[in-house]
């Protein structure tokens, strides 16, 4: 390993000696600052880390035994960390769980406690009173639950350091996306610290810092997300740097915040899936922009989900006025059973882009366009190649043969951070991670189930040969959403469905096709569409783009029966699919129903950029006086009206269609429309509102009701006084702003839309 990194002593060889060696070399700097959403700072130096760690180690190490697992199940914030780092110090193995919204069905969290046989979860103190245990998973009520922000620092001094061997398992990373059959990858030390050094060693970071230990990451990434926990918290630990973090709500609330970290702290490495730079395009504006200075921003990497050249050459021009530099990008390659990253370049560069005969790909042959016509041309990302002693090979899935070099095969990866397999899973682990060359003894090979090609030192992606589906950088499979369709309306046949994802507008959408029962073709196949989406969303938050009902016995399949997704996704693409009945999520702006017997590929109407709701409403507050009762519950009825509104043209559905007192997930709108609702309310109302507010209040009568009653507490300084005491007039404030909302025509909404300058 670089001695740049652990000067002149032997480097650490597990987790637990990395965090000793930091916490003793440099005790008083700065390892990790958070920045809250209202941007609040509190961060942790090494040693007080370590002491947090110590902490939480003596109390597990009372309780339990070396080996059990812990779930840690933490919204964003830094006692994550400790927690991690606790467990590893007391010898037992932390289990990153995702952090379930507030009053929700807990069924992710329940499986992977019982698939690992959690006999503990950490969280915070307020945790156990949000989440509502009891009601909402009472099979975690078996499970003993600690908050270790109420520990006392002083037990540090009780912990015992436990024999921490390179071999042992240091956590379990469970593969994002799936709810009923979730699979938890082991990661042993040796795994984790071979890959932390592949990623300074591919980042080059010797080269884009002057003084590693000087340089900051940020990053906004779930830590229960292999590329959040390793590449945004482990690795600048790893190489004993600062890591600015943030919530992914924040984010997704506002992407600009991402930015602006990065340009306030003078960041040198951040990175997303491809989607968040989409974000960014979409969603920063001329003047956010103006402010930003990107000047810092070294490496900029993007994985875990398809690269899309478009996207990074939107992101680069839009953002170069800002200081960015299109040489700054990182694209790489790489997934939890490989502990993170597979390959990457030696450093950030401009980007590898080839563009291919799309035929071709589909035919796994390769063949160079030149002079094709778009249509027929399918852009590629390089990801660099293989990092340290991993190896990369491209095999023919049935013959189990390297590939001609003019061939496109599942890839194959061996080296010495490929984890040792999946927890409890020995069929798949013999098949997933002992894959075998054939008539070769050279060693078993993890199976990625990707496709792709290497060409020039590059390792092109090009497909999923497992059928997964990735949306924001998660993974999703196919059988769990299909499983959800089919329970969600009796019109629909079970088993008789098939999920997948398409390209729409550089963004991968998701697509439900499933065949409809004889008795309902006459039905009110409106309503189905309804509840597939609202199951979809309701059960692994997603947002549905296309929902199509088909006739029986029409879904294609192979002889034995197994439905073939996709020829299915083809078949979509291409209109033959005998449709009964299908609706697509509408452009800004256009609603959208489900209609029968449509053609399964529909040309959208152009679409008009979405303005924030500020853009076409006054502002609101703050008022001159305290309001009366009377006067919240007219505000929280125009509030509601708007909201509504605004839901329609999100949904794509009709104002008739839409219950005040039943929860928006009904209608299929995803966590991310919840977010985006947020942002968009706070910059109307101008008051400070939480991301997930519309899960707290998740019905349009009461997230209006809320509200109202947020803008009316936000009175004037200057102006409360005697006066805030007398009767209003009409010509109060809060008259005139009724006035104004209420005389807002649709016809008024439309031309204020028209007018509005477009973004770039």
Same mark, same amino acid.
């Given at each position: 390993?670089?001695?740049?990194?652990?000067?002149?002593?032997?480097?650490?060889?597990?987790?637990?000696?990395?965090?000793?060696?930091?916490?003793?070399?440099?005790?008083?700097?700065?390892?990790?600052?958070?920045?809250?959403?209202?941007?609040?700072?509190?961060?942790?130096?090494?040693?007080?880390?370590?002491?947090?760690?110590?902490?939480?180690?003596?109390?597990?190490?009372?309780?339990?035994?070396?080996?059990?697992?812990?779930?840690?199940?933490?919204?964003?914030?830094?006692?994550?960390?400790?927690?991690?780092?606790?467990?590893?110090?007391?010898?037992?193995?932390?289990?990153?769980?995702?952090?379930?919204?507030?009053?929700?069905?807990?069924?992710?969290?329940?499986?992977?406690?019982?698939?690992?046989?959690?006999?503990?979860?950490?969280?915070?103190?307020?945790?156990?009173?949000?989440?509502?245990?009891?009601?909402?998973?009472?099979?975690?009520?078996?499970?003993?639950?600690?908050?270790?922000?109420?520990?006392?620092?002083?037990?540090?001094?009780?912990?015992?350091?436990?024999?921490?061997?390179?071999?042992?398992?240091?956590?379990?990373?469970?593969?994002?996306?799936?709810?009923?059959?979730?699979?938890?990858?082991?990661?042993?030390?040796?795994?984790?610290?071979?890959?932390?050094?592949?990623?300074?060693?591919?980042?080059?970071?010797?080269?884009?810092?002057?003084?590693?230990?000087?340089?900051?990451?940020?990053?906004?990434?779930?830590?229960?997300?292999?590329?959040?926990?390793?590449?945004?918290?482990?690795?600048?630990?790893?190489?004993?740097?600062?890591?600015?973090?943030?919530?992914?709500?924040?984010?997704?609330?506002?992407?600009?915040?991402?930015?602006?970290?990065?340009?306030?702290?003078?960041?040198?490495?951040?990175?997303?899936?491809?989607?968040?730079?989409?974000?960014?395009?979409?969603?920063?504006?001329?003047?956010?922009?103006?402010?930003?200075?990107?000047?810092?921003?070294?490496?900029?990497?993007?994985?875990?989900?398809?690269?899309?050249?478009?996207?990074?050459?939107?992101?680069?021009?839009?953002?170069?006025?800002?200081?960015?530099?299109?040489?700054?990008?990182?694209?790489?390659?790489?997934?939890?059973?490989?502990?993170?990253?597979?390959?990457?370049?030696?450093?950030?560069?401009?980007?590898?882009?080839?563009?291919?005969?799309?035929?071709?790909?589909?035919?796994?042959?390769?063949?160079?366009?030149?002079?094709?016509?778009?249509?027929?041309?399918?852009?590629?990302?390089?990801?660099?190649?293989?990092?340290?002693?991993?190896?990369?090979?491209?095999?023919?899935?049935?013959?189990?043969?390297?590939?001609?070099?003019?061939?496109?095969?599942?890839?194959?990866?061996?080296?010495?951070?490929?984890?040792?397999?999946?927890?409890?899973?020995?069929?798949?682990?013999?098949?997933?991670?002992?894959?075998?060359?054939?008539?070769?003894?050279?060693?078993?090979?993890?199976?990625?189930?990707?496709?792709?090609?290497?060409?020039?030192?590059?390792?092109?992606?090009?497909?999923?040969?497992?059928?997964?589906?990735?949306?924001?950088?998660?993974?999703?499979?196919?059988?769990?959403?299909?499983?959800?369709?089919?329970?969600?309306?009796?019109?629909?046949?079970?088993?008789?469905?098939?999920?997948?994802?398409?390209?729409?507008?550089? &963004?991968?959408?998701? *697509?439900?096709? +499933?065949?409809?029962?004889? !008795? @309902?073709?006459? #039905? /009110? =196949?409106?309503?189905?569409? $309804?509840?597939?989406?609202?199951?979809?969303?309701?059960?692994?938050?997603?947002?549905?783009?296309?929902?199509?009902?088909?006739?029986?016995?029409?879904?294609?399949?192979? &002889?034995?029966?197994? *439905?073939?997704? +996709?020829?299915?996704?083809? !078949? @979509?693409?291409? #209109? /033959? =699919?005998?449709?009964?009945? $299908?609706?697509?999520?509408?452009?800004?702006?256009?609603?959208?129903?489900?209609?029968?017997?449509?053609?399964?590929?529909?040309?959208?109407?152009?679409?008009?950029?979405?303005?924030?709701?500020?853009?076409?409403?006054?502002?609101?507050?703050?008022?001159?006086?305290?309001?009366?009762?009377?006067?919240?519950?007219?505000?929280?009825?125009?509030?509601?009206?708007?909201?509504?509104?605004?839901?329609?043209?999100?949904?794509?559905?009709?104002?008739?269609?839409?219950?005040?007192?039943?929860?928006?997930?009904?209608?299929?709108?995803?966590?991310?429309?919840?977010?985006?609702?947020?942002?968009?309310?706070?910059?109307?109302?101008?008051?400070?509102?939480?991301?997930?507010?519309?899960?707290?209040?998740?019905?349009?009568?009461?997230?209006?009701?809320?509200?109202?009653?947020?803008?009316?507490?936000?009175?004037?300084?200057?102006?409360?006084?005697?006066?805030?005491?007398?009767?209003?007039?009409?010509?109060?404030?809060?008259?005139?702003?009724?006035?104004?909302?209420?005389?807002?025509?649709?016809?008024?909404?439309?031309?204020?839309?028209?007018?509005?300058?477009?973004?770039?």
């Amino acid at each position: 390993m670089s001695q740049l990194v652990f000067c002149s002593e032997s480097a650490p060889s597990t987790l637990l000696e990395l965090v000793e060696y930091q916490a003793r070399t440099k005790s008083d700097r700065c390892a990790y600052l958070f920045r809250g959403d209202d941007g609040s700072e509190t961060s942790l130096t090494f040693a007080e880390l370590f002491e947090r760690a110590k902490a939480i180690a003596a109390t597990l190490q009372r309780r339990i035994q070396p080996g059990d697992r812990v779930l840690l199940v933490y919204p964003a914030g830094l006692e994550f960390i400790a927690a991690f780092l606790g467990c590893v110090s007391a010898g037992v193995l932390p289990v990153p769980a995702t952090y379930p919204k507030p009053r929700r069905p807990l069924p992710r969290l329940s499986t992977i406690a019982a698939d690992c046989q959690a006999v503990f979860a950490l969280t915070a103190a307020q945790t156990l009173t949000t989440l509502d245990l009891a009601r909402s998973a009472p099979e975690l009520r078996s499970v003993q639950w600690l908050a270790t922000d109420t520990l006392d620092l002083a037990c540090a001094a009780d912990w015992q350091r436990p024999e921490v061997r390179p071999e042992d398992l240091a956590f379990l990373q469970y593969t994002s996306g799936s709810i009923s059959d979730p699979k938890g990858v082991m990661v042993t030390h040796a795994n984790l610290m071979r890959n932390l050094e592949m990623i300074y060693e591919g980042f080059s970071i010797p080269r884009i810092c002057a003084d590693p230990v000087e340089g900051t990451g940020v990053s906004w990434l779930p830590a229960y997300h292999d590329m959040g926990l390793i590449g945004g918290i482990l690795e600048p630990f790893y190489v004993g740097g600062r890591s600015v973090l943030m919530s992914p709500a924040a984010f997704l609330q506002r992407p600009v915040r991402w930015l602006k970290a990065i340009s306030d702290y003078r960041a040198v490495i951040g990175g997303a899936p491809n989607f968040a730079y989409e974000l960014c395009v979409e969603k920063i504006t001329p003047e956010q922009r103006s402010e930003l200075d990107l000047g810092s921003w070294r490496l900029a990497f993007c994985g875990a989900e398809p690269i899309r050249p478009e996207t990074l050459e939107r992101f680069a021009e839009t953002f170069a006025p800002c200081g960015f530099r299109e040489d700054a990008f990182y694209p790489c390659y790489g997934l939890a059973e490989s502990t993170l990253l597979a390959a990457g370049g030696k450093g950030p560069g401009r980007p590898v882009i080839r563009a291919f005969e799309r035929a071709a790909l589909a035919e796994l042959r390769i063949a160079e366009a030149n002079g094709h016509p778009a249509g027929e041309i399918h852009r590629v990302t390089g990801c660099g190649g293989p990092r340290l002693d991993q190896v990369v090979e491209i095999v023919d899935p049935e013959t189990l043969l390297p590939v001609q070099p003019d061939r496109v095969g599942e890839i194959w990866i061996k080296g010495s951070a490929v984890a040792r397999g999946y927890w409890n899973r020995a069929e798949e682990n013999a098949v997933t991670f002992g894959g075998r060359l054939a008539g070769s003894n050279d060693g078993t090979y993890l199976r990625t189930g990707d496709l792709g090609f290497l060409r020039d030192g590059n390792l092109f992606v090009v497909a999923r040969l497992k059928e997964v589906i990735v949306i924001r950088g998660r993974n999703h499979y196919p059988h769990d959403i299909e499983l959800t369709v089919s329970r969600a309306h009796e019109a629909l046949i079970p088993n008789a469905g098939a999920t997948f994802s398409i390209d729409h507008e550089n &963004t991968e959408r998701l *697509v439900v096709v +499933n065949e409809v029962d004889r !008795q @309902y073709r006459n #039905g /009110d =196949l409106e309503q189905v569409v $309804q509840r597939i989406r609202a199951a979809v969303a309701e059960e692994h938050e997603l947002d549905v783009f296309a929902v199509v009902l088909i006739r029986p016995a029409s879904l294609p399949r192979t &002889t034995s029966g197994k *439905v073939q997704r +996709n020829l299915c996704r083809q !078949q @979509y693409l291409d #209109g /033959d =699919l005998k449709v009964q009945a $299908q609706w697509q999520a509408p452009s800004r702006g256009s609603n959208g129903s489900a209609s029968g017997n449509g053609a399964a590929r529909r040309r959208a109407p152009a679409e008009r950029p979405r303005k924030a709701a500020s853009s076409i409403l006054p502002k609101i507050g703050p008022f001159d006086r305290p309001l009366r009762e009377d006067e919240v519950e007219r505000l929280a009825e125009q509030i509601e009206t708007r909201l509504l509104d605004w839901l329609v043209e999100r949904a794509g559905l009709r104002t008739s269609d839409f219950d005040r007192d039943k929860p928006f997930a009904e209608y299929g709108l995803d966590s991310l429309t919840a977010v985006e609702l947020s942002h968009e309310l706070e910059e109307w109302l101008d008051v400070e509102i939480t991301p997930v507010v519309a899960w707290n209040y998740p019905t349009a009568a009461s997230l209006a009701a809320y509200l109202a009653r947020e803008v009316a507490g936000k009175v004037s300084p200057e102006d409360a006084g005697e006066e805030t005491q007398q009767p209003p007039t009409a010509e109060s404030e809060f008259e005139k702003l009724l006035a104004e909302i209420e005389n807002l025509s649709d016809n008024d909404v439309e031309a204020a839309l028209e007018r509005e300058p477009r973004n770039p």
